[in-house]
T-cell receptor
Framework: KAGVTQTPRYLIKTRGQQVTLSCSPISGHRSVSWYQQTPGQGLQFLFEYFSETQRNKGNFPGRFSGRQFSNSRSEMNVSTLELGDSALYLC?????????????FGSGTQLSVL | GESVGLHLPTLSVQEGDNSIINCAYSNSASDYFIWYKQESGKGPQFIIDIRSNMDKRQGQRVTVLLNKTVKHLSLQIAATQPGDSAVYFCAENAYSSASKIIFGSGTRLSIRP
């Protein structure tokens, strides 16, 4: 069974641009969560999608948004990029919304904002 | 955001020795715990999990111990190998926050040859 797939693997953008990251969850998994990882802040929760609806949201500005498609694939978008948005963006999938089940991560998209 | 600041403690272990990585979790209501391994440039990789109705669970070369009285979790790695070098995160499920799970700050495991 294929794991969580994230594309692209690396991305370089300039301030003010926007970016879209993609995540394909493990087959059969319906929940997709997004995390931002930086050396200084660790793993920070962005949002979680289930059945094409955002179910939970972390403490990030509205420039960060996402969506989920009927096949459970998810995208996240960051508009008006800032230098501080440089980070590893991780997608994780799980079967349901339950908090007591395994969460599987992709390899991430390394975003650099210049 | 929901995260602990990343001042990573480092554990240095001789190759072949056993490693013990410790973690203190925050919520006494948490009933599910996971250990993740993250190698440089990769996403966190699931290692082993444990539910609160257990105090010990074993996998291949790894054992997780749970002490609910003092809210402490540990990961033991037997016969540590160079490939075990990574940052290890413990995580607990989070009933009272937006995130499905809350991650600990992580421990960097370094292997001496």
């Amino acid at each position: 069974k294929a794991g969580v797939t994230q594309t692209p693997r690396y991305l370089i953008k300039t301030r003010g641009q926007q970016v879209t990251l993609s995540c394909s969850p493990i087959s059969g998994h319906r929940s997709v969560s997004w995390y931002q990882q930086t050396p200084g802040q660790g793993l920070q929760f962005l949002f979680e999608y289930f059945s094409e609806t955002q179910r939970n949201k972390g403490n990030f500005p509205g420039r960060f948004s996402g969506r989920q498609f009927s096949n459970s694939r998810s995208e996240m978008n960051v508009s008006t990029l800032e230098l501080g948005d440089s980070a590893l963006y991780l997608c994780a999938s799980s079967l349901t919304l339950a908090t007591n089940e395994k969460l599987f991560f992709g390899s991430g998209t390394q975003l650099s904002v210049l | 955001g929901e995260s602990v600041g990343l001042h990573l403690p480092t554990l240095s272990v001789q190759e072949g020795d056993n490693s013990i990585i410790n973690c203190a979790y925050s919520n006494s209501a948490s009933d599910y715990f996971i250990w993740y391994k993250q190698e440089s440039g990769k996403g966190p990789q699931f290692i082993i999990d444990i539910r609160s109705n257990m105090d010990k669970r074993q996998g291949q070369r790894v054992t997780v111990l749970l002490n609910k009285t003092v809210k402490h979790l540990s990961l033991q790695i037997a016969a540590t190998q160079p490939g075990d070098s990574a940052v290890y995160f413990c995580a607990e499920n989070a009933y009272s926050s937006a995130s499905k799970i809350i991650f600990g700050s992580g421990t960097r495991l370094s292997i001496r040859p």
